[in-house]
């Protein structure tokens, strides 16, 4: 409510004289009363609290020059990661680990979404490291997923500023070379050929990657039939500044979201050929959660 400005004039009228013969004495006038002003000072209004972000996924889907349908998922607000050990890969070779193959008690009532994770450990595309314990050993040049032991995560080039001096690294991800760098995608991504063995031996298969843009959000990108190239510029239109490829294959690429955190799980890729509940009820491959 708007605070009101009252000002009270005191003000005293002249008095006038009383006509008279001109024996009698001039009239004398009483001198004006003072003026007074009385000025009540408006409060002033409480500045309003902001109100947080709350956390949320975005999805949209882009369409590439090939006819290829790129899934988009924007992670924002306070959210935080975590890296899930799969039932067989890693399995054993993750030790003792609290993250195992599902997402169980309360972690279940603040989950916002959760995606594949990468390449089987043989394949020798990247190290893994989860919760401390190192199943396979993190690679200088190798593009990483890395998490801290508060949950925070993000994107980069293990040993180029990844990761930063006296960061608490709780879990790293790895795989392959960088997809996109500089906010463009790589040369190599160019050559899908380098990319991971596909099913059928083809350049159109089932593939997804991870990305981070200027303001730390990360970004799924997740296609049932793109190229690497796809995903590389469906990341880098989306304002990706660095990203990774992630598992390929029809079997493996999956991404479940949620409205709100605890909400209900729905599949979020077109034609994706995992339910929605399963990572809810155990997957054999390592995956990644978004908590708010």
């Known amino acids: 409510m708007m605070s009101r400005l009252w000002i009270v004039l005191a003000t005293a009228g002249t008095l006038a004289a009383c006509s008279s013969p001109a024996t009698t004495a001039p009239a004398r006038t009483s001198?004006?009363?003072?003026?007074?002003?009385?000025?009540?000072?408006?409060?002033?209004?409480?500045?309003?609290?902001?109100?947080?972000?709350?956390?949320?996924?975005?999805?949209?889907?882009?369409?590439?020059?090939?006819?290829?349908?790129?899934?988009?998922?924007?992670?924002?607000?306070?959210?935080?990661?975590?890296?899930?050990?799969?039932?067989?890969?890693?399995?054993?070779?993750?030790?003792?680990?609290?993250?195992?193959?599902?997402?169980?008690?309360?972690?279940?009532?603040r989950l916002l979404a959760a995606f594949n994770g990468g390449f089987k450990l043989s394949t020798g595309a990247g190290g893994y490291e989860q919760e401390g314990h190192v199943a396979a050993a993190l690679r200088r040049g190798i593009a990483?997923?890395?998490?801290?032991?508060?949950?925070?995560?993000?994107?980069?080039?293990?040993?180029?500023?990844?990761?930063?001096?006296?960061?608490?690294?709780?879990?790293?991800?790895?795989?392959l070379t960088p997809l996109v760098l500089n906010g463009k995608p790589t040369p190599a991504a160019a050559d899908w050929s380098v990319w991971g063995a596909t099913l059928g031996g083809g350049e159109f298969v089932a593939r997804s990657a991870l990305g981070q843009n200027a303001n730390g959000d990360l970004e799924y990108a997740a296609s049932m039939s793109a190229s690497p190239a796809d995903l590389a510029v469906a990341l880098a239109r989306a304002g990706a500044r660095v990203a990774m490829e992630?598992?390929?294959?029809?079997?493996?690429?999956?991404?479940?979201?949620?409205?709100?955190?605890?909400?209900?799980?729905?599949?979020?890729?077109?034609?994706?050929?995992?339910?929605?509940?399963q990572f809810l009820e155990g997957w054999a491959r390592d995956f990644v959660t978004v908590l708010g």
């Open 31 to 109: 001198a004006p009363a003072t003026t007074r002003a009385t000025v009540t000072t408006p409060s002033p209004s409480p500045t309003p609290t902001p109100t947080p972000p709350a956390p949320r996924v975005t999805l949209s889907t882009m369409r590439m020059k090939d006819g290829s349908r790129v899934t988009v998922a924007v992670f924002s607000g306070p959210v935080t990661f975590v890296l899930h050990d799969g039932s067989e890969d890693p399995g054993l070779a993750a030790g003792r680990v609290k993250a195992g193959p599902a997402v169980r008690g309360a972690e279940r009532t």
């Open 144 to 175: 990483s997923l890395v998490i801290d032991r508060s949950g925070r995560a993000r994107v980069g080039v293990w040993g180029h500023g990844v990761p930063a001096r006296g960061e608490a690294v709780c879990s790293v991800r790895q795989n």
């Open 246 to 277: 992630l598992d390929i294959n029809p079997e493996w690429v999956q991404l479940d979201v949620a409205r709100r955190p605890g909400g209900p799980l729905r599949a979020a890729i077109g034609g994706q050929a995992r339910p929605a509940n």
